[in-house]
C-alpha cells in the first residue's frame, strides 16, 4: 500500500536559518505529491505540489523537488521566519486506487517552531 | 480555491451523547471528505462522502459511530455518536476532484472535547 514517512519533530531553528524536512514515501504508480501546512488552531493549507517526476513545487519561499529516484520530495526554505512556526504534512494521492479520485496518504507531520 | 466552512468550530460534550457537524462549500464539490485528527497525530480518512449514496468507510470506521450524509453537491454532515473520551480529536473535512493530480482543500475543522 501507500505510505509517507516524514522526519519526526520538533524541528527547533533560529529565524533565518536554513530549512529542510524529509519526505519519503511509497506508491504504485505515479502519484502526485504535496506539501500542507497547520498553523495553530487553523485546519490544513496546501503549500505547494508536484504531479510528475522532476516538476518543482514553490509557494512563499518554500521548495520541493519530486524525486523518483530516490522517492524523495524534500521540503526546503533557504531563510524561515517565526511566522513559519506550524506543522508540515508531506501527503501522496495515486489516482490508480479503485474510485480514489485524490484520496490522500499523509505522513505524521512534523512540527516547526523558529526562534528569534 | 472552494471556501469551506465547518461548524461547530469546537465543542465540548458529554459522554454517551452524539453530535453532528457541518460542512459548507460555496461552490459544487465532486468529492467530500472526513478526516480524524487525534492529538499531536496526522489524518487519518474516516470516509468519502458521495452525493446521494451512502458513504465509503476506511478501515476501522463504521457506519453506526460515524454515520455521514451528503445531500447535495455543496454541503455534508458527520455525526460522532455515542462518544466517549477517544473520540476527543479534530474532524477535518475536505474537498476534491476526481483527479489525483488536484490537491484536497480543508476546512479549518471542529476541535471535540469530551468529558
Known amino acids: 500500500g501507500n505510505s509517507v514517512t516524514q522526519m519526526e519533530g520538533p524541528v527547533t531553528l533560529s529565524e533565518e536559518a536554513f530549512l529542510t524536512i524529509n519526505c519519503t514515501y511509497t506508491?504504485?504508480?505515479?502519484?502526485?505529491l504535496f506539501w500542507y501546512v497547520q498553523y495553530p488552531g487553523e485546519g490544513l493549507q496546501l503549500l505547494l505540489k508536484?504531479?510528475?517526476?522532476?516538476d518543482k513545487g514553490s509557494n512563499k519561499g518554500f521548495e520541493a523537488t519530486y524525486r523518483k529516484e530516490t522517492t524523495s520530495f524534500h521540503l526546503e526554505k533557504g531563510s524561515v521566519q517565526v511566522s513559519d512556526s506550524a506543522v508540515y504534512f508531506c501527503a501522496l494521492s495515486d489516482g490508480s486506487l479503485t474510485g480514489g479520485g485524490n484520496k490522500l496518504t499523509f505522513g505524521t507531520g512534523t512540527q516547526l517552531k523558529v526562534e528569534l | 480555491s472552494a471556501v469551506i466552512s465547518q461548524k461547530p468550530s469546537r465543542d465540548i460534550c458529554q459522554r454517551g451523547t452524539s453530535l453532528t457537524i457541518q460542512c459548507q462549500v460555496d461552490?459544487?464539490?465532486?468529492?467530500m471528505f472526513w478526516y480524524r485528527q487525534q492529538p499531536g497525530q496526522s489524518l487519518t480518512l474516516i470516509a468519502t462522502?458521495?452525493?446521494?449514496?451512502?458513504?465509503?468507510?476506511e478501515s476501522g470506521f463504521v457506519i453506526d459511530k460515524f454515520p455521514i450524509s451528503r445531500p447535495n453537491l455543496t454541503f455534508s454532515t458527520l455525526t460522532v455518536s455515542n462518544m466517549s473520551p477517544e473520540d476527543s480529536s479534530i474532524y477535518l473535512c475536505?474537498?476534491?476532484?476526481?483527479?489525483?493530480?488536484?490537491?484536497?482543500?480543508f476546512g479549518d475543522g471542529t476541535r471535540l472535547s469530551i468529558l
Open positions: 461552490s459544487q464539490v465532486t468529492m
Open positions: 508536484a504531479t510528475k517526476a522532476d
Open positions: 475536505s474537498v476534491g476532484t476526481d483527479y489525483s493530480n488536484q490537491p484536497q482543500h
Open positions: 506508491a504504485t504508480g505515479y502519484p502526485s
Open positions: 462522502a458521495n452525493q446521494g449514496s451512502e458513504a465509503t468507510y
